[in-house]
């Protein structure tokens, strides 16, 4: 059974560095796409990009300029780095599985979630 | 870009039927998911591929998708149903997109 577990610092300054880092336990790795998804407090889901196993990358077009996804396949993590982030940043953010076929599966399983909290 | 759009919220009677939209620009030709999202967890995919159910979730969840329209209904609805649904497809240009949220209430 797939556990998908996140960690990362949860109170940052406006311009840090946003570092998000997910482990996948159990299950398949390779063959998954792997995605990052943040949620405003109070406010709907929000797509921020994903990644394969082997490294291909698609991004939300109006995230792209500061947002870095990236694999490591030995240690089964994906991690989320957001460059230069203001109080609209602030807001859960969860890693999400998507199986095979990779346009129509969905996120089969998603990680705890985690409270980033932009704050001067 | 490609958006999707649901009613904010849609109440139901206990043991009745619940249908929520998702409208989208051609959504009929893409595939749509549906996740429920109960207060405080993590979102729980319901439906994929238009119609199909992952396992465990129970069979009064069911899917539809024609035209700009795809819709999730729940017969029979429970007070365990109350949630948060949010309806998701890709568009090849915009990646993955998640429509703007139904709450469901069962009164």
């Known amino acids: 059974q797939m556990q998908l577990q996140q960690w990362g610092a949860g109170l940052l300054k406006p311009s840090e560095t946003l570092s998000l880092t997910c482990a996948v336990y159990g299950g398949s790795f390779s063959g998954y796409y792997w995605s990052w998804i943040r949620q405003p407090p109070g406010k709907g889901l929000e797509w921020i990009g994903q990644i394969s196993h082997s490294g291909n990358t698609k991004y939300k077009s109006s995230l792209k300029s500061r947002v870095t996804i990236s694999v490591d396949t030995s240690k089964r993590q994906v991690s989320l780095k957001m460059t230069s982030v203001t109080a609209a940043d602030t807001a859960v953010y969860y890693c999400?599985?998507?199986?095979?076929?990779?346009?129509?599966?969905?996120?089969?399983?998603w990680g705890q979630g985690a409270l980033v909290t932009v704050s001067s | 870009s490609f958006e999707l759009t649901q009613p904010p919220s849609v109440s139901v009677s206990l043991g009745q039927t619940a249908r929520i939209t998702c409208s989208g620009n051609y959504l009929g030709e893409k595939y749509a998911c549906w996740y429920q999202q109960r207060p405080g967890q993590s979102p729980v995919l319901v439906i994929y591929q238009d119609s199909r159910r992952p396992s465990g979730v129970p069979e009064r969840f069911s899917g539809s998708n024609s035209g700009k329209t795809a819709t999730l209904t729940i017969s029979g609805t429970q007070v365990m149903d109350e949630a948060d649904y949010y309806c998701q497809a890709w568009d090849s240009s915009s990646g993955w997109v998640f429509g703007t949220g139904t709450t469901v209430t069962v009164v």
């Open positions: 999400a599985s998507n199986p095979p076929p990779y346009d129509s599966g969905g996120f089969e399983k």
